[in-house]
T-cell receptor
Framework: DAGITQSPRHKVTETGTPVTLRCHQT?????MYWYRQDPGHGLRLIHY???????DKGEVSDGYSVSRSKTEDFLLTLESATSSQTSVYFC????????????FGPGTRLTVT | TQLLEQSPQFLSIQEGENLTVYCNSS?????LQWYRQEPGEGPVLLVTVVTGGEVKKLKRLTFQFGDARKDSSLHITAAQPGDTGLYLCAGAANAGGTSYGKLTFGQGTILTVHP
C-alpha cells in the first residue's frame, strides 16, 4: 500500500464548469503522475511532477492543468470541462527503483454531462 | 513517441485453459512491467522484468522479456476465475534520469475466465 488517496471518487459535472481532482500521498515520494483511462487506450499520461512546483505535460495534456504546492498533494484541474473529458482518472507515484515501478490510487470516475 | 501494442484486446476462456498475452514495440525499454486491474480499482503491479531474455514466475503466471528488450509476454497456466481482470503492460524508457520515471502503457487485455 503506497498510501495514495484520490478525491472525489466519483463526480458528475456539467460542460463548461471547472473541476479539480486531488491526489494525496503519505510517503513523500518525489514523482507523481496523472493518467486518464478510457476503453481501448490503456492509461495515458496527462501531467507529471518531479518535485514541488516542478511539473510537465504528458501526451494528453490539452484542457488540463496541474499544481503541486506540497510534496504530498498533486492537483489536476479541468479548466472548463468537456464531454470528451469523461473518463476515469488515476494518480500514481514512482519510487524510481531500478524498474521504475508505479503505484496507483483508487481512481476518480468523472462524468461530464 | 514510444508505443506498446498489446494483444489480444479481449480474451474469454474456460477455467483450466492456458493463455498468453503479448506486448510488442519497435522501441527498446529499460524495463517492462505487468499490472493487473480489477473493476473500480487502480492497477496493481504484478512484476517487473529488466534484463533481456529474463523470465519470472509468479505462481501460475510466467513473464518473459524479449532478448532485445522490445517485447514481453505473460503466460497463465490453468487459468482460474480469480484471474479475471484487465492486464496492462508498461515500459520504462530508462531508469529515472531525464525520463522522470514515465511509463508507456499498452492498451490492455480484458481477460474473462469462465467457471
Amino acid at each position: 500500500d503506497a498510501g495514495i488517496t484520490q478525491s472525489p471518487r466519483h463526480k458528475v459535472t456539467e460542460t463548461g464548469t471547472p473541476v479539480t481532482l486531488r491526489c494525496h500521498q503519505t510517503e513523500n515520494h518525489r514523482y507523481m503522475y496523472w493518467y486518464r483511462q478510457d476503453p481501448g487506450h490503456g492509461l495515458r499520461l496527462i501531467h507529471y511532477s518531479y518535485g514541488v512546483k516542478d511539473t510537465d505535460k504528458g501526451e494528453v495534456s490539452d484542457g488540463y492543468s496541474v499544481s503541486r504546492s506540497k510534496t504530498e498533494d498533486f492537483l489536476l484541474t479541468l479548466e472548463s470541462a468537456t464531454s470528451s473529458q469523461t473518463s476515469v482518472y488515476f494518480c500514481a507515484i514512482s519510487v524510481l527503483l531500478a524498474g521504475g515501478e508505479q503505484y496507483f490510487g483508487p481512481g476518480t470516475r468523472l462524468t461530464v454531462t | 513517441t514510444q508505443l506498446l501494442e498489446q494483444s489480444p484486446q479481449f480474451l474469454s476462456i474456460q477455467e483450466g485453459e492456458n493463455l498468453t498475452v503479448y506486448c510488442n514495440s519497435s522501441s527498446v525499454f529499460s524495463s517492462l512491467q505487468w499490472y493487473r486491474q480489477e473493476p473500480g480499482e487502480g492497477p496493481v503491479l504484478l512484476v517487473t522484468v529488466v534484463t533481456g531474455g529474463e523470465v519470472k514466475k509468479l505462481k501460475r503466471l510466467t513473464f518473459q522479456f524479449g532478448d532485445a528488450r522490445k517485447d514481453s509476454s505473460l503466460h497463465i497456466t490453468a487459468a482460474q476465475p480469480g484471474d479475471t481482470g484487465l492486464y496492462l503492460c508498461a515500459g520504462a524508457a530508462n531508469a529515472g534520469g531525464t525520463s522522470y520515471g514515465k511509463l508507456t502503457f499498452g492498451q490492455g487485455t480484458i481477460l474473462t475466465v469462465h467457471p
